[in-house]
Structures are given as C-alpha cells and as structure tokens.
C-alpha cells in the first residue's frame, strides 16, 4: 500500500471535518439540549443504526451509561442494535424491516429520544424505527449523510437531523463518531458544568 494512498485518507477526512464544523455546530447543539432535556426529565435514549452505524449507536450508548471523560453516574440509554437474540427473533418471526420498530414500540415513551445514526439516511427499518418513535410522541435525533435520504422527509419539525456533508460512508461515520463524542460532551458539561 503507497502512503500517498493513506496520506489520501487522512486529508479527506480531515477536509470533511472542516466542512462539516460550521454546517453541523447548531444541529448538535440542539441535540444535545434535547437530550439533556429528556434524561433531565427521567426520560431514556434509545439508539440504533445498521453496519458501522450500529457500532456507533453502542458506542453512544456505551459512553452515556458508562462515562465519557469525566466520572458521573450512569445515564439511562439503551442500544437497540446490541441483543443478537432480540434481533434474530424479531427478524426470523416478522421481518429485519420491524426489528427496530418493534423494540420502540415494546420500551419507548413518551418524552423519550430515538438517535437512529444512518450513512445514507435510507434504511428500511430505521424509517419504521422512526414511524413508530413519532406514534409514541418521541423525539428523534437523525445522524444520517449522502443529503438525509428518505429520512430527512420523515422527520417532525421537533426532530433533529444531523446530516454530514459526505457521501463516502466511511467520511460520515468518522463524523458521526465525533458527533457522539460532542453529544456525550456537551450533556457531562450540561450535568457537571465546564472544567
């Protein structure tokens, strides 16, 4: 492998970070305030994605009920993505399409935020995922690239999206994951104030 070829790698990366800074600043600030908001309030997170998407969703997940950089008390979030056994049964017994929706429509609430994290903002069932989260009077956080995709058309006016400018899914997870890491940021500096 040339190291032009890596070097590539890490320019474009570093170029759709750049274009991404103002473009996604608002967007994730109003994220977090809504999910600040809803733990605020006893409410819980939910997220999901499919891919390197659901590995982001975990990792969200992961960093609220663990910690992000500084000791607090566990959050109440929940990676609808990482139970083999839920999803292989939802799958094998309706279809892959309901295997999100079914787990919103079992443990959301109302008040509750639904993060789905998409690359190309067209998966089948984070659209139902969605659909199900609007009928439980949900909010919705959308991570999604490639210009939203059907998702963008789906969200409520109280929805977020936050869409990366890219369509290289391996651009947009990359700022997907440092999304999270603003997310998660932002809510410790909201609970334990600015160090």
Do not use: W
Not at 26 to 41: R, W
Not at 68 to 94: H, K, M, Y
Not at 100 to 121: E, H, N, P
Not at 137 to 143: D, K, T
């Amino acid at each position: 492998m040339s190291v032009e070829r890596i070097q590539q790698h890490f320019r474009e990366s570093a170029t759709v970070q750049r274009e991404a800074t103002d473009t996604l600043a608002f967007p994730i600030a109003a994220a977090i305030d809504v999910l600040f908001g809803a733990l605020a309030n006893g409410s819980r997170i939910l997220a999901c994605g499919n891919g390197g998407s659901a590995a982001n969703a975990q990792r969200l997940v992961a960093t609220l009920v663990g910690q992000f950089e500084r000791e607090r008390p566990g959050l109440p979030a929940i990676s609808l993505d990482a139970n083999a056994v839920t999803l292989t049964a939802i799958g094998n017994s309706s279809a892959f399409e309901e295997i999100y929706s079914k787990q919103v429509r079992a443990l959301g609430q109302a008040g509750d935020v639904l993060v789905v994290i998409s690359t190309s903002g067209n998966s089948v069932n984070l659209l139902a995922a969605i659909q199900e989260a609007h009928e439980r009077e949900m909010f919705v956080i959308a991570l999604t690239g490639s210009g939203g995709g059907v998702i963008s058309e789906v969200l409520a006016d109280t929805d977020i999206q936050i869409c990366v400018p890219s369509e290289r899914a391996a651009r947009i997870q990359e700022v997907h994951l440092l999304t999270i890491h603003c997310l998660c940021d932002g809510i410790d500096a909201m609970l334990l104030g600015d160090e």
